[in-house]
C-alpha cells in the first residue's frame, strides 16, 4: 500500500499539489482548532496553521503513512502553540486601546534665549568653543575632553572657565553687540 506522503513525492507536479491539497483539506480544521483553543485567536490560528502547514510541505519526504503525517501535523501545531505563548511572555503585546496618550511635554526653556546662546557660543574662538560644545552638548566630563582634544584636564578646565565668562560677559545688560 502506498502511503499519502509516498503518493505526494512519486506524483508529478500537478499530482503533488493535487495530494498536498488533500492534506491540507484533511488536517486544516484540527490544525486551526488545536491553534485556536490554545490562544482565542481566529489570527494567530490562521498564522499558526501556515506554518505547520508549511513546514509539512518542507517535511513530507520524511513522513510515511497517514497516522504519521496526522501525528507529525499535531506535534508541530503543538510546538509553534507552544513558541507562539513563549514569544508573547516575552512581548507581550498591547492594543491601541491600552497604550496611553503621549504627553507633551511644555518646553522649559526660552527659544529665543536658546537662539541667542547658540550665536553667542558660536561667536567664541575655536578652541574655548570646542570645550564648551563638548561639555554641555555631548555631555563629557574634563577628562573625557581631554581625551578627545589631546590636552590635560586643568587646560579642558581652564577653557572651559575662561569660556563661560566669555559668555556671561556677553549675557550682561549693554552687551548686545558683543556676541558676535
Known amino acids: 500500500m502506498i502511503t499519502a506522503a509516498q503518493s ?6 500537478d499530482q503533488r499539489e493535487e495530494s ?3 492534506l491540507i483539506q484533511e488536517h486544516k480544521s484540527m490544525v486551526y482548532s488545536l491553534a485556536w483553543n490554545s490562544f482565542q485567536d481566529a489570527a494567530l490560528a490562521e498564522e499558526i496553521a501556515q506554518e505547520v502547514f508549511l513546514e ?3 517535511n513530507l519526504d520524511r513522513l510515511d503513512g497517514p497516522n504519521h503525517i496526522k ?3 499535531r506535534k508541530v501545531t503543538v510546538n509553534r502553540c507552544i513558541d507562539q505563548s513563549r514569544r508573547r511572555k516575552l512581548r507581550p503585546s498591547l492594543g491601541l486601546d491600552d497604550v496611553p496618550e503621549p504627553a507633551v511635554p511644555e518646553p ?3 527659544p529665543l534665549l536658546e537662539v541667542r546662546l547658540r550665536r553667542m557660543v558660536a561667536s567664541l574662538p575655536d578652541k574655548l ?6 561639555r554641555y552638548q555631548e555631555d563629557l566630563s574634563l577628562e573625557e575632553i581631554g581625551a578627545v582634544l589631546g590636552l590635560p584636564a586643568q587646560t579642558v578646565k581652564s577653557r572651559l572657565h ?11 545688560p549693554g552687551a548686545v553687540g558683543r556676541e558676535r
Not at 505526494?8 to 507536479?13: D, E, G, P, Q, Y
Open 108 to 110: 522649559d526653556s526660552d
Open 20 to 22: 498536498f491539497l488533500s
Open 129 to 134: 568653543r570646542s570645550v564648551v560644545v563638548l
Open 56 to 58: 509539512l510541505h518542507k
Open 8 to 13: 505526494v513525492v512519486a506524483a508529478t507536479a
Open 162 to 172: 575662561r569660556s563661560l565668562e566669555m559668555l556671561r560677559a556677553k549675557l550682561e
Open 71 to 73: 501525528n507529525w501535523i
